[in-house]
């Protein structure tokens, strides 16, 4: 690739289980049936790390046993369990521990007592870092949140904390508040590839009719290439025939989303936090109708965002 | 193109020293819409491409993507792609939908006739040009602004060319292209018509020769006196997974590309020839778009490096020299294709050192 800067690789778990039609979990490993030639073959963690060994990612993610977060019932449990099993067999398969940061991952679906017998289990290794797994699969915003500030609340201060999977902004400045450091999402490109950009608005929809003769930038609070070269007006053109459009807009959701980061780290540094979030969610909810959910997380964060919440408001997820 | 070259932003293609996009009148007719790009400060503005652009007048994909298109006196009749009726591009509408769109250089809308039609359409074609160039310089606004190239027809009929060359040359335009080729006819054909035209157009006027094309066609163009050229042959290309190299071509699919770990062409320095190997390029050209998009990149920069050395072998006065080593590369064995040998002697360019002896070479 000629990438100088880092590379992370995930287990190739996930991937399975959600692409794969006969994908199936045992002890030994993940069990589906091959893309190319349909044989049967199994994934395992041993397996999994070799073949990051072989990449050769910065960081790499042990296989882990993930059940989407709508699952009840002692799979749950099971998938928990397995986790921590699987991290040992990850830890003794790993050749390059000087090169390559092992992460582990949290499971227990939104069950507190699971989610902790799970942490404890993977503090008490001494990883690199950390992961929160098994969210963002359709659970309800609140007990997403809950989840995420039980784990940063017991994973090491000085590891990082990598909420998988996530996300929307909004989710990334809440989990972000909360204590976590690294996130992961298709959704800043892919819902470029439908036309939408992030803005600190919220999205704009470049398809809309009403773009076609829009001549200001996308964001004019925004310095990256495209919108300093470019009108709405443009790239509504483009978007709806030629995908020029949706890499442009692609071009400046990442933008965005490292503009979101670098903000958020560096209002950390400098200490004013709590205002970096107040501004954020003033310019995403103008009428103050932030969601009931982010005002709880944010509490539990403790970081006071009533100046931007209207009295009263009994907003939904 | 609707505003955009397939897989570079405008930036790169400055970077890669593009002085010039073509875009398509019919496309931009339709999606945009001329009167919105007018609206919107004409398509320089729109795609913020402070160089040059040039419009075609649309004939030319009304009857190549048109199944119920006819022609007319009046103009070009087509059904329209977006509800079906029916709709007329005549001479003038063509200028004023490119009046509005604003490019520096405009294309007069021609009779054009594939280059194997036979028989009296040809010169019908040929005649009804020369009479809606007339209607195309009545209906042109903004003359001294955008440059309307008036373009040549007659088919592979000297006869006729003769007499639409001396129409054209007569109308005093700023610019003229040579149309109506590049449409099948074989190599030997094409290269006399050419001939025939740079030899009767004015020597200090672009001559402009439509659809051209492969490297190679375009430097016996060159060396016939032509200046321009129009083709999608290199990003069309890349999409199949093709380079274009000194050597010839270079097709990234080959399983050979999966481990090779030069870049495509070591004598190129564009970003993708500094950066990537063939071997990353193989990989993606055969799941991602961003192969094709790599791709399209080098292709352009190696077209943008064949215009430059052609332009500065003859500025530095060693044209022969550069075509000769153009031609080594592209053919080591010294078979030079006879058509180009034959056409280099009428150019009056030297390639024996290039040609095997005895050579009897097809096109």
Redesign the interface.
Known sequence: ??WKRALLTDSGGFQMVSLLHLADITEKGVTFQSPVDGKRMLLTPEESIQIQNKIGADIIMALDDVVKTTTIGPRVEEAMYRTLRWIDRCLAAHQKPAVQNLFGIVQGGLDPVLRDICLRGLVERNLPGYAIGGLSGGEDKDSFWRVVAQCTAALPEDKPRYVMGVGYPLDIVVCSALGADMYDCVYPTRTARFGTALIPEGVLKLKHKVM??D?RPIDPTCSC?VCK???R??I???V?????GS??LSYHNLSYMMRLSRDLHTSIVEGRFPQFVQGFLRAQFPKGDVPKWVCNAMEVAGIDISACCAPLTSSQN
């Open positions: 690739m000629n076609a003769s001549e290439m070269n470019y009108t007006a443009y509504h053109c483009l709806t025939k030629d995908a020029m890499q442009l």
